[in-house]
């Protein structure tokens, strides 16, 4: 099953908890984002989802974003002022009457190496993967990769795309283990 969802401005919670990423190792920032389901396998809006975005809201985006390093001149691995990330995340899904979507979570936790530019991250290994952890409720056995995905133009600053690929099919607003 692949779940594709976009963050909606504002953002609920998007702060520095102990100074600004990336001010120094050790730092960390709490996020919280709402989130719209723009595709979910071959159904996209209009063609298997609803048309309007308020019929899509599909839950939340949340987590924790923790400064693992700072790469320095003297830093032989990584080039100087670049940044090791330690990302920890939670999608919160409601389930979306009309389509196949659940109720449940799906954590995910991953490692993001990139640089901070105008207060935004920059990836310097694109894209952004995130290893699936687990999950509860219609996503317990989930496992799997979730993927940043370009944003498409036209959309407001810090909108973010994400692609969710589980091993899973749907049937009947079920969910399926494959393998």
């Not at 609803?50 to 700072?70: A, C, D, E």
């Amino acid at each position: 099953m692949q779940i594709v969802v976009k963050t909606l401005s504002p953002d609920p919670i998007s702060k520095p908890v102990q100074g600004p990423p990336p001010s120094g190792e050790g730092k960390w920032f709490v996020f919280s984002k709402n989130l719209a389901l723009e595709r979910l396998d071959n159904n996209t809006p209009g063609d298997g989802l609803p048309l309007n975005q308020q019929q899509r809201l599909s839950g939340s985006y949340s987590g924790i974003v923790t400064t693992l390093r700072v790469a320095t001149a003297t830093d032989f691995l990584h080039h100087s002022g670049s940044c090791l990330f330690q990302y920890e995340a939670i999608y919160r899904f409601n389930a979306v009457q009309g389509t196949p979507l659940q109720q449940g979570q799906i954590t995910a936790h991953g490692v993001f190496y990139g640089a901070v530019v105008n207060n935004q991250f920059q990836p310097l290994e694109p894209p952004n993967t995130l290893a699936i952890t687990g999950g509860t409720a219609a996503y317990s056995t989930a496992r799997g990769q979730i993927t940043q995905q370009p944003t498409p133009p036209n959309q407001p600053t810090g909108t973010e795309v994400w692609l969710l690929d589980l091993p899973v099919t749907v049937t009947d607003f079920g969910l399926r283990l494959v393998g």
